[in-house]
T-cell receptor, first 110, second 112 residues
């Protein structure tokens, strides 16, 4: 099983709609999680950090389910500018590094 | 603050040539990283430096060397470039290895 698995998508989302997608991780010892967004041919940019059960920042909500070993990202009231690839990144202390998922592509359409 | 800067932005090399990719950060971060990203694939860690004076191998270190010149700068060297090293290279930094990382704009390298 891969350390981090994400549905590559694309998730086609009408503007204004809500979209949610999951990221599953294999290492139950993962301590914290990060969501990054990456635009085409650009660098990843930090969207949100999750150190406990979840986090919310405006239209974005992350929920962590440690029992089932997945973390979700929900985007409400989608904007055209939300079109990007969203990378899930768990941190595990062993190895002392982040592991990047392959990303979920989201396309918001008018 | 510029954050993380990388030079050059683009580079074309012939097989066997060498080059050094430069990275600098102005956030006073302790940890720095080099990743490569190939089309349709995730980021793969090449090398990282948890703190000034230390470097460690990541997932794909073969064919690369690194130098943590000082707290600000972390360079990546390709001694003898190969077509398989055609990729986009990202440098990143963080306060410590368990904290969020901030990325530079990337270097697009083509080896012919």
């Amino acid at each position: 099983r891969k350390e981090v698995e994400q549905d590559p998508g694309p998730f086609n989302v009408p503007e204004g709609a809500t979209v949610a997608f999951n990221c599953t991780y294999s290492n139950s010892a993962s301590q914290s999680f990060f969501w990054y967004r990456q635009d085409c041919r650009k660098e990843p940019k930090l969207l949100m950090s999750v150190y406990s059960s979840g986090n919310e920042d405006g239209r974005f909500t992350a929920q962590l389910n440690r029992a089932s070993q997945y973390i979700s990202l929900l985007i409400r009231d989608s904007k055209l500018s939300d079109s990007a690839t969203y990378l899930c990144v768990p941190f595990k202390a062993a190895g002392n590094k982040l592991t990047f998922g392959g990303g979920t592509r989201v396309l918001v359409k008018p | 603050n510029a954050g993380v800067t990388q030079t050059p932005k683009f580079q074309v090399l012939k097989t066997g040539q060498s080059m050094t990719l430069q990275c600098a950060q102005d956030m006073n971060h302790n940890s720095m990283y080099w990743y490569r990203q190939d089309p349709g694939m995730g980021l793969r860690l090449i090398y990282y430096s948890a703190s000034e004076g230390t470097t460690d191998k990541g997932e794909v270190p073969n064919g690369y060397n690194v130098s943590r010149l000082n707290k600000r700068e972390f360079s990546l060297r390709l001694e003898s470039a190969a077509p398989s090293q055609t990729s986009v290279y990202f440098c990143a930094s963080s306060e410590g290895t368990k904290y969020e990382q901030y990325f530079g704009p990337g270097t697009r390298l083509t080896v012919t």
